[in-house]
C-alpha cells in the first residue's frame, strides 16, 4: 500500500510538468514552428510505429455538399461487423430505404479479416473550432473512417482489400435499397432548365417468376437468359457490346406481358423507368431521358405499336396513310385527325432507333429494353430485329401448365377432380390467364375451390360456345363475300358482254348507212325496170 502511494507521489509531479510544458507549446509555440516538430515527431513515430492509416472523409472536398460514395460503401459494408462487434451503435435510415442501417458510434473500433490477415476499422469525428451556425453539416463536423493494418499488407490492402470492400457495400446498398417506378415528365418546356426529368413512385408490384402463369421450361429459359446477363459485364466489354439487352412482349391483351416486366425487375432488383413516348417531345429529349436513368433498370416501352408512328410504314406508308385520311366522307374528322397529328411527339423513329442501339445506348449500363405490343407484326423490322430487341417472348392463351400455377397461386390447390375436364377445355378453347384468373378468384367468403373451378368450366364452355358461333358467323360472312364477289365478277362480265354486243350493233349501223341496202335494190330495181322498159319498147317496134 505503501508503495502504491509512493508511486502515485512521484508520478503527480511529473504528470504535472507534462501538462504545463503541453501548454507552453500551445499558448506559445509559434505554427511555422509547430509544424516542423509535428513533421520530425511523425517520422520518429513512424520509424517505431508498425502500422498504417488511410482516412476516408465523410464529405468530398471538391464535391456539391454530397457524401462521398466510398464513404457510404465502407458504411455499408461495416454495418455487418457493427452490429455484432461495436459497444455503441448508431442508426441511420437509408435515404429511399425500407429498414435502418446499424453502424458504430463515433471513436468506435472494430475488426476485420482479409485474405488471413487482420485489419481495423474505426470511426472519428473532428469538431470545428470555431463557434459558429452553418448551413452545411460538414461545416460543423467532419466524420471519416479510419483503416488501420500492418505496414507488410500494404500492397495487400491497397490493391485488393479496399476494392472487394467498395464493391461489397455498393452490392449490399443495391440489394437493400427501396426500388422505384420511373415516368417521365411531359416535354412542353415549361419547368426550365434544371426540371426534373422523371416522377418516381415507390415499386411494390408483387408478381414474381413463382407467381407468373407461363409453361414452366419457358419461365426457367427467361430466368437463365436474365441471370447470364446480369453477370456479363465483362463479357460484353470483351466482345464490344454496350451492357444491355432488348425484349420484345407479345401476345394478345390480358396474357401478362406487365407482370412479366415486373417478374423480371423483382428477380433482378432492378428499377423500372415506363418511358411514355407521346409524352417526349422530340429526339433530342429522349435522349437526355436516357442519360437521367441509371443503371441496373429496365426502360419500357408498352404497347409501342400505339405510341407513335413506328409500325413500318415509313415516307411511304405514311403517304399512303394521308391518302386514306383524305378519302374520308366526314371533312370534319379529318380536320380535327390533322389537328391531333400537329401536337403529336417529333419523336422519329431513326430516333428512336438510336435510343436503343445508338451510340447512346452505352451510357450507365447494365440495363434492359422491354417493349410490348398486342400486334408485333405492325413494327417496322428494323425496330425488332435481333442487336435491338435481342430475345421475342411469345405470351399466348393459358396452357394447363399456366392454369395449375394459377390454381396454386389463388385457390391453394395442386390437384383436384376438376382437373382433367379443365385440361380437355383449355385444349379446346383459347382463353387469356386474366379471365382464367377472374374466374379462379373467389368472390365472398362462402365460395371454395370447387365453386371456382366450377365457375371456371362454365366460363371454358361459354368461351368455347361462343368461339364456335363466332367461326361459324366469320364462315357464313365470308361465303356471303364470296358470293358477293362472285355476283359483281358476274355483273361486271354481262356489262362486257352487253358493251361488247351493242359495240356490235353499232359497227352492223355503220355498215348499212355507208352501204344501204335498200339503195342497192332501188338502183337494182331501177336497173331492172330500165331493163324491162327497153325490152318493151324493142318488142314494140
Known amino acids: 500500500m505503501m508503495m502504491m502511494q509512493d508511486v502515485w507521489t512521484q508520478l503527480g509531479p511529473t504528470i504535472a510538468t507534462i501538462m504545463f510544458a503541453w501548454t507552453m507549446y500551445q499558448n506559445y509555440f509559434p505554427h511555422e514552428l509547430r509544424g516542423h516538430i509535428r513533421r520530425y515527431t511523425d517520422k520518429l513515430v513512424t520509424y517505431f510505429y508498425p502500422y498504417m492509416h488511410i482516412i476516408f472523409h465523410e464529405y468530398e472536398t471538391d464535391g456539391w455538399f454530397e457524401r462521398s460514395k466510398a464513404y457510404v460503401a465502407i458504411e455499408r459494408y461495416l454495418s455487418k461487423n457493427s452490429s455484432t462487434q461495436a459497444k455503441r451503435l448508431k442508426a441511420n435510415v437509408v435515404k429511399d430505404g425500407q429498414s435502418l442501417v446499424l453502424t458504430m458510434d463515433d471513436h468506435e473500433e472494430v475488426t476485420d479479416e482479409y485474405k488471413g490477415e487482420k485489419v481495423w476499422w474505426i470511426s472519428s469525428q473532428q469538431i470545428a473550432n470555431r463557434q459558429t451556425i452553418s448551413w452545411y453539416p460538414r461545416e460543423d463536423e467532419k466524420r471519416y473512417f479510419k483503416l488501420k493494418f500492418h505496414r507488410k499488407n500494404r500492397e495487400l490492402i491497397t490493391a485488393s482489400y479496399l476494392k472487394y470492400v467498395l464493391d461489397e457495400g455498393k452490392a449490399i446498398s443495391v440489394r437493400e435499397r427501396q426500388r422505384k417506378l420511373y415516368t417521365n415528365n411531359k416535354g412542353d418546356g415549361g419547368y426550365g432548365y434544371r426540371r426534373r426529368m422523371w416522377s418516381q413512385v415507390v415499386f411494390e408490384h408483387p408478381s414474381t417468376f413463382d407467381t407468373l402463369a407461363m409453361e414452366p421450361n419457358k419461365k426457367q429459359e427467361i430466368m437463365d437468359d436474365l441471370q447470364t446477363f446480369s453477370k456479363s459485364k465483362a463479357y460484353y466489354a470483351k466482345i464490344g457490346k454496350a451492357w444491355k439487352r432488348g425484349y420484345l412482349l407479345y401476345g394478345p391483351p390480358g396474357t401478362g406481358k406487365s407482370s412479366m416486366i415486373a417478374a423480371m425487375a423483382n428477380f ?18 429522349l435522349r437526355k431521358l436516357l442519360i437521367d436513368t441509371t443503371s441496373k433498370s429496365i426502360i419500357v416501352i408498352e404497347d409501342i ?88 417472348i411469345v405470351l399466348s392463351y393459358c396452357c394447363f401448365d399456366s392454369f395449375k400455377v394459377l390454381a396454386n397461386n389463388y385457390l391453394d390447390v395442386e390437384s383436384h377432380d376438376h382437373f382433367p375436364e379443365i385440361r380437355r377445355l383449355l385444349g379446346e378453347t383459347n382463353i387469356t390467364p386474366a379471365d382464367v384468373a377472374e374466374n379462379l378468384m373467389p368472390k365472398s367468403s362462402k365460395e371454395n375451390a370447387n365453386t371456382c373451378l366450377e365457375r371456371l368450366i362454365k366460363a371454358l364452355e361459354t368461351a368455347k360456345e361462343e368461339a364456335k358461333l363466332k367461326a361459324e358467323e366469320e364462315e357464313r360472312e365470308k361465303a356471303e363475300k364470296e358470293k358477293e364477289e362472285k355476283n359483281k365478277e358476274a355483273a361486271a362480265e354481262e356489262a362486257n358482254n352487253t358493251d361488247t354486243v351493242n359495240e356490235n350493233g353499232k359497227s352492223e349501223s355503220n355498215i348499212v ?8 335494190a332501188k338502183e337494182n330495181g331501177k336497173s331492172e325496170n330500165n331493163g324491162v322498159k327497153e325490152n318493151d319498147d324493142i318488142s314494140k317496134g
Open 513 to 520: 348507212k355507208e352501204n344501204p341496202e335498200g339503195n342497192v
Open 305 to 392: 405499336d400505339c405510341s407513335l408512328d413506328l409500325t413500318g410504314q415509313r415516307e411511304k406508308k405514311k403517304d399512303d396513310k394521308e391518302e386514306e385520311v383524305k378519302d374520308e366522307k366526314d371533312a370534319v374528322k379529318e380536320k380535327m385527325k390533322n389537328r391531333e397529328e400537329k401536337k403529336q411527339s417529333e419523336v422519329t423513329l431513326s430516333g428512336l432507333l438510336n435510343f436503343i442501339d445508338g451510340l447512346w445506348s452505352a451510357i450507365g449500363g447494365e440495363r434492359l429494353i422491354v417493349f410490348t405490343t398486342n400486334f408485333v407484326e405492325k413494327l417496322d423490322p428494323a425496330l425488332i430485329r435481333r442487336g435491338r430487341m435481342d430475345k421475342h
Open 268 to 285: 433482378l432488383q432492378y428499377d423500372v423507368y415506363d418511358l411514355e413516348l407521346t409524352a417526349v417531345k422530340d429526339n433530342t429529349e
